[in-house]
């Protein structure tokens, strides 16, 4: 079967079923007790199975099958949840997520398993997996070691065993295990299939022929073979070979074989039927395989498709030209005033921006593709750190643009990692000052206007002032006399410095001087920004303020001279016309008095250069801006209007071009430069 064109579908489905399995297995950890949980995680990784070795994925299906085997034992009450076990499952887990992300990026899905499947059988077995991890077992090789009654088959090898069974042949599975000292496995290997060549047919051989010949085994393999020779004369025949340590000749049965795989599995869901676990194709329907596991049953399901991420950025690009294009038609329109032109205008008008709202919502995704990586996230590090820890996510549904979505998870990644590491104090110190032994973190997702608001906060040590200033002062980044007029915010603000860490020692979570400057850097380079929030042995709060989409901005068109200007409203206070007379100067910059507040001044045309071709006149024209608590001036010549624009990239050439943040294509044909406001207040 031709499978390269579901590839695409396949790799999509098994990252939500391995994601599946990973939000079951942190709910099976807080309910050990609860089967239904085990089961759905059964389904997940039985679906898994199927879908891996239908593609041809054997080392995929292989492991999640060994896995399935330690779940199916949970489920027959067989075996007791505990941590060891709840993290030989999890590494499991890691180790297939590889192997779909080697998929992905072009690879054969293969890696190398060995430490965790000797754990798995460990756990099967009822031994403790945690004695057995650095201790190989000599029976079991890799992934590859199970028997092969338990691998599944595909459709063309099933044939040829069962042609054999009708012609009366012999199929025998064997497994063949060389001497520890053997030095030379490959050529043994191939002594071996020259006997087997003499005898029949091999039909299959585990691991692969390739990885036997590059030796990738420990000291075991098997193989099927098809022989009209009786089993004893077989193994009769491989014992010849030197440096043999024993061969293991079997019966296979295809009807054993089959009634395994197509076995009905009774899930323990209450609401749903039976459901027949047999080997399903990758193109299972999206809504069967997102179905909510406790859900009733429902008349009209969503009706879904997948839409390539590539084909709704075309679309967003056809749209943006669509976008100048009205601007071009509203401006002809206003020009020539033509009443039925302008009607025809105005209804194109509402309809692209319908359009546009249509368009945006399409490329929203839940913040929960970021937030579901935190909960597992946040299991390890809390044992690595001997910590006590429970987290809270709010607002996961909450909708971002796929672009920022793609940028913002390693932000938030250093932020737990912080609150973790430096915000939630070990058991025994919350329990001295009071609290109790589990820290908490909350991470909290929520729209405001066309901003996502994302809060992390913590109820541990919070922010020590002067260890902040201390270190700061000590780096040089302010000197003692700044640090005592600055406010606590200010001070808070200092940690984004970079360079600048308060871990009294360097270990793999932080001290190394990067970290939360990474993450402001990230935040402002997506027109966001953040602020911190502490209060000393209560806990601390960092909050970011993300727009909705990047690609299509509201902006204030300026003019400065005859170049024009837009700056994104999501910045600006209000607009003012102040007398060059009540400009005022401070530390040789030019200032004025806004409310009460001295606010310094920037000229884009001394800022950018702009040839003088107009005289200028008695007042200024000033956009008032804004970054978190400070403020400044922007003086202009004049002020067009509002209007939304199309954000376009100047290229690598221009990236570096100090203010400015892209441009944009103005109705008239003309090019607007578009100012990044964080840049002049920095």
């Known amino acids: 079967m031709e499978t390269s064109q579901y ?60 896995m399935e085997n330690v779940l199916d034992a949970v489920r027959n009450e067989q075996l007791q949840v505990n941590a060891e076990v709840l993290d030989v499952v999890f590494d499991s887990v890691d180790d297939l997520e590889a192997m779909v992300i080697d998929i992905a990026d072009g690879g054969a899905g293969e890696r190398d398993v060995t430490k965790v499947v000797q754990m798995l059988d460990a756990i099967e077995q009822g031994e403790n997996p945690v004695m057995n991890s650095n201790t190989a077992s000599p029976d079991v090789e890799s992934t590859n070691s199970h028997s092969l009654e338990e691998l599944i088959l595909d459709e063309f090898t099933l044939t040829v065993l069962e042609q054999s069974e009708e012609q009366n042949q012999n199929n025998f599975h064997i497994h063949i295990t060389l001497r520890d000292d053997c030095l030379l496995k490959a050529a043994r290997v191939y002594m071996v299939f020259e006997v087997l060549d003499q005898l029949g047919e091999v039909i299959k051989s585990i691991p692969a022929v390739e990885a036997l010949e590059n030796e990738e085994f420990d000291t075991g393999f098997q193989v099927l073979l098809i022989t009209e020779q009786s089993g004893e004369e077989v193994q009769n025949r491989i014992l010849k070979v030197s440096e043999i340590e024993k061969t293991e000749v079997k019966t296979f049965s295809i009807k054993k074989y089959l009634a395994e795989q197509n076995q009905i599995q009774q899930l323990p869901d209450s609401n749903s039927n039976e459901e027949k676990v047999s080997r399903p194709s990758p193109l299972e329907t999206e809504a069967d395989a997102n179905q909510e596991p406790n859900s009733q049953a429902k008349t009209n399901p969503n009706k879904t498709i997948r839409v390539n991420i590539e084909r709704l950025d075309v679309l967003m690009n056809l749209f943006e030209e669509l976008v100048i294009d009205r601007g071009r038609l509203e401006q002809i329109s206003d020009d020539l005033k033509h009443d039925e032109l302008q009607e025809t205008v105005e209804r194109m008008s ?60 390693d932000p938030l990644v250093h932020l737990i990692r912080n609150a973790l590491d430096h915000g939630i104090e070990s058991p025994e110190i919350r329990e001295a000052n009071g609290k109790g032994s589990t820290g908490r973190i909350e991470l909290k997702a929520y729209h405001s206007g066309n901003h996502v608001f994302i809060e992390i906060s913590d109820d541990g040590a919070g922010i020590n002032r002067n260890k902040v200033i201390e270190k700061a002062v000590k780096n040089n980044i302010v000197t003692g006399e700044q640090a005592e007029s600055m406010t606590n915010k200010q001070v808070y603000e200092l940690l984004m410095a970079s360079g600048f860490s308060t871990a009294d020692t360097v270990s793999d979570l932080s001290g190394r001087g990067v970290g939360l400057d990474v993450v402001k850097n990230t935040i402002e380079s997506l027109g966001g920004s953040i602020t911190i929030d502490s209060e000393l042995n209560q806990g601390s709060i960092f909050s970011i303020q993300l727009p909705l989409t990047l690609s299509i901005l509201s902006v204030m068109l300026v003019e400065v001279q005859e170049e024009k200007y837009a700056i994104p409203l999501s910045s600006i206070i209000e607009t003012a016309i102040v007398k060059k007379d009540e400009i005022m100067k401070a530390h040789n910059k030019k200032v004025i008095d806004f409310r009460g507040k001295v606010v310094p001044l920037v000229s884009l045309k001394d800022l950018f250069n702009v040839p003088e071709t107009k005289v200028d006149d008695d007042d200024y024209s000033l956009v008032i801006i804004r970054k978190g608590d400070k403020l400044a001036g922007v003086i202009v010549d004049s002020f067009i209007g509002q209007q939304e624009v199309v954000l376009k990239s100047l290229g690598n050439y221009l990236s570096s071009v100090f203010a400015i943040s892209g441009a944009t294509i103005l109705g008239d044909g003309q090019v607007a430069l578009i100012i990044d406001s964080n840049a002049l207040i920095k």
């Open 350 to 409: 509402r309809i692209t921006s319908d359009l546009q709202s249509i368009i945006l919502t399409m490329r929203m995704v839940p913040i929960e593709q970021v937030f579901n990586r935190f909960p597992r996230m946040v299991r390890q590090l809390s044992r690595d750190l001997n910590k006590q820890i429970d987290l809270e996510i709010i607002g996961a549904e909450t909708e971002l643009d796929r672009t920022v979505i793609d940028e913002i998870g």
């Open 7 to 66: 590839l695409e579908v396949f790799i999509d489905e098994s990252r939500e079923h391995l994601q599946s399995i990973n939000d079951h297995l942190l709910d099976l950890e807080k309910q050990p007790q609860n089967l239904s949980i085990v089961g759905e995680i059964f389904r997940s990784a039985h679906t898994l199975k199927g879908m891996s070795a239908t593609m041809g994925y054997q080392d995929l299906a292989n492991l999640t099958h060994k």
